[in-house]
């Protein structure tokens, strides 16, 4: 009888813990939140991303290179540039509600069956050198292509 | 005559359809119009196209539920409400642009897109011309 109230105290005790927690969590973001990793708006990628592409397909249609298609999907919108030195696919990942993103926000990523993204010629990534880190694309298209990132 | 001014009309709008890609993205930008986008131009495009987007009823602010319909990463309720500085439940255009994590990705990429470096951007320099 005489450990009954004690028992009522942890168990509340215990109760409140994980609120707490979480009402800490979400209602005091810690006072470093500003310098952590974390992500840009979404909305912030997709205005950045409909400028970079617009921006990159003016810069293929000024080198000469007319010939481009886009291939859009709900997750994702691929735009591929040819010249007569090869193709240059373009994978701009989705966000959602059919918005894409730019791809040096979050590191661009080919679809696996593009196998041949990793002998893209050189003159064609200068032809989009306005493309942000056109090189760290390759070298990721080629990570994903070989199954080393998911 | 008649066939060739029509197929004469034909290649210009061809023409001026390839030229206007991208052409309409860059005049948006350059909000003043004097042909050269300055890093504060590019910056404030991005914002203001973002925070038109977010604020669903055009009342000038941002509530939390209309942040919730467009940002539905995990950290997107945690980061309003890094933004939200008065605590108010609101997002105010001066709060919603004071991300320093935005302000460095906006800044990177008119970096990368400034080919010459001279901290402008002409249509010349994104045609390479």
């Known amino acids: 009888m005489k450990t009954r109230p004690l028992s009522f105290v942890l168990c509340a005790v215990l109760a409140a813990v994980p609120a707490a927690r979480v009402t800490a969590q979400y209602s005091h973001p810690p006072a470093d939140y500003e310098h952590r990793d974390h992500h840009m708006p979404d909305t912030g990628k997709v205005a950045v991303g409909a400028i970079v592409g617009a921006l990159a397909i003016a810069a293929a249609n000024s080198a000469g290179n007319h010939n481009h298609h886009e291939y859009t999907t709900n997750t994702s919108r691929t735009?591929?540039?040819n010249d007569s030195r090869g193709t240059v696919p373009i994978y701009l990942p989705g966000v959602g509600?059919?918005?894409w993103e730019s791809p040096q926000l979050r590191g661009s990523k080919m679809p696996r069956s593009c196998r041949t993204c990793d002998?893209?010629?050189t003159r064609t990534i200068r032809h989009l050198a306005l493309l942000p880190n056109a090189s760290a694309i390759r070298r990721s298209n080629a990570r994903w292509a070989h199954g080393y990132e998911d | 005559m008649r066939p060739l001014a029509c197929g004469l009309a034909a290649i210009l709008l061809a023409s001026c359809a390839t030229q206007s890609t991208g052409k309409k993205e860059f005049a948006a930008l350059d909000s003043n119009r004097d042909g050269n986008v300055t890093p504060a131009e590019f910056s404030a495009h991005i914002t203001g196209e973002s925070y038109r987007q977010l604020d669903a009823n055009g009342d000038g602010r941002i509530a939390l539920a209309e942040w919730q319909t467009k940002e539905t990463a995990r950290a997107a309720v945690p980061l309003f409400q890094a933004l939200d500085t008065s605590r108010d439940g609101?997002?105010?255009?001066?709060?919603?642009?004071?991300?320093n994590k935005k302000r460095a990705h906006l800044e990177n990429t008119f970096h990368s897109l400034d080919r010459n470096g001279d901290g402008g951007l002409t249509w010349g320099e994104v045609t390479g011309f």
């Open chain 1, 97 to 99: 509600n059919g918005a």
């Open chain 1, 119 to 121: 002998f893209l010629p």
């Open chain 2, 90 to 99: 609101f997002l105010e255009p001066a709060e919603f642009s004071s991300s």
């Open chain 1, 79 to 81: 735009v591929h540039i």
